[in-house]
């Protein structure tokens, strides 16, 4: 199975072979591809097994799914129409949703996937599209149907793909963040900012206490849903509004802690694979990362083996995630 | 394994957090962060009883993972 970073023609050659594609790049290099059986969305950030983590906008990450799929049906869906992702997912087999950083159904799946019919019963993988971030504000992030050739700055695409007879697929999670021994943060409203906090269960300003904590936003805060750690990542804080903004939205009822700091990212991972993650290098068929973890521990030119794939602006382990790994493992049973 | 009935007592441990598990299947995990929750915030047997459906269905319809057979092991051994 391919997971590498491809020129156009080399990724044109497999779409017009009739290969399975999950593709990241940037925006004029997906839009020069043919049509074919294939989801993209766009980012120039990625992590390649030979070159380790990189910027380019001349080539393209692929991920080729065709060893393990019998068939795959492409599909777009609006914020509402997201709400189905599980429920319509294949019964052996998974799916594959890409997002546009910043579309309503990139809000809409994170505050309400959770809630969405069905959650969990089938294996649903992901992650949010982005752009350069010289062209941050200046270009928006898109997902493209190959298919149709329809590339979108509102909605999302989902790859179902049942997988060929004796397998079946597993989504995982690799967290670097654990959460520090700090107080415990309770939020009163759902959302991606929040002016107060319950720290200890004592109401506060969460902006002042921030400051007044000289907490690292660079540190997720994390919430342990019976022993998955989750993190929600800092976008900033407007002192002035007394306002904290974060990339993925806080839950109420969720007790969050400040992550405790990771000294080195690419030593921690080597740690945590040899530790507590028992993957085979050969099962696992899609992976991403995330933009905040490239840029906060310096993955430009690092290795993260057996992983690579696009770096992206959010994460799809079953609901939107922060500054985490995550990957699709295929099994034979 | 197959997945044991709804009215096992170990699925009612589950959600209401009477015991705890170290558990592999990750849906079934952050489903769990929310629903022991739920049944913090409202103790009723409607609450726990539509809880106990939503873990088990993700259980049954994951049925042939490793790690929902691991889990299974490790909550009904």
Not at chain 1, 187 to 204: I, M, Q, T, W, Y
Not at chain 1, 248 to 255: K, Q, S, Y
Not at chain 1, 267 to 281: G, I, P, V
Request: with cysteine.
């Amino acid at each position: 199975m391919i997971q590498d970073i491809m020129t156009v023609a080399e990724t044109a050659k497999l779409i017009e072979a009739g290969n399975v594609l999950l593709l990241a790049g940037d925006e004029a290099v997906l839009r020069q591809l043919p049509k074919g059986n294939w989801i993209g969305g766009t980012i120039p950030y990625f992590i390649s097994h030979a070159e380790g983590g990189l910027a380019t906008r001349d080539r393209i990450f692929v991920t080729d799914v065709t060893g393990v799929a019998q068939s795959v049906e492409i599909v777009e869906r609006d914020a509402n129409g997201l709400a189905k992702v599980y429920a319509e997912g294949p019964q052996e087999g998974f799916s594959v949703v890409i997002i546009p950083a910043l579309s309503k159904a990139h809000l809409s799946f994170a505050l309400n996937a959770p809630n969405y019919k069905d959650f969990g019963v089938r294996p649903l993988i992901g992650w949010i599209s982005g752009v350069h971030l010289d062209d941050l504000g200046k270009v928006t992030p898109k997902v493209f149907n190959g298919v149709t050739g329809n590339a979108l700055e509102e909605g999302a695409v989902v790859l179902q793909a049942t997988l060929k007879p004796g397998k079946v697929a597993e989504v995982g999670i690799v967290n670097l963040f654990e959460q520090g021994g700090g107080d415990i943060l309770t939020f009163p409203a759902d959302g991606f900012s929040a002016k107060e906090v319950l720290v200890n269960g004592e109401k506060r300003n969460f902006a002042a206490y921030i400051v007044k904590n000289k907490l690292d936003t660079r540190l997720p805060l994390v919430a342990d849903y019976y022993g998955a750690l989750v993190n929600i990542s800092f976008q900033g804080i407007d002192e002035v509004e007394g306002e904290v903004k974060f990339y993925a939205p806080v839950f109420t009822g969720i007790r969050y802690k400040h992550a405790k700091p990771v000294a080195d990212y690419g030593e921690a991972f080597k740690a945590c694979l040899e530790n507590k993650c028992q993957l085979s290098e050969d099962r696992v068929v899609f992976s991403c990362n995330c933009i905040l973890n490239y840029l906060y521990s310096g993955l430009e030119g690092k290795k993260t083996d057996p992983f690579v794939g696009p770096i992206t602006f959010g994460e799809i382990a079953y609901q939107l995630l922060n500054q985490t790994l995550v990957y699709l493992e295929v099994h034979d049973v | 394994m197959d997945v044991p009935s709804m009215s096992r007592p170990q699925w009612t441990d589950l959600v209401t957090g009477k015991k705890t598990y170290q558990l592999k299947f990750l849906a079934a995990k952050i489903l769990l962060g929310r629903l022991v929750h739920s049944v913090k915030e409202n103790p009723t047997p409607a609450n726990i009883k539509s809880c106990i459906e939503q873990v088990y269905n993700v259980y049954a319809k994951n049925a042939g993972s490793p790690s929902v057979q691991e889990d299974l092991t490790t909550i009904f051994g």
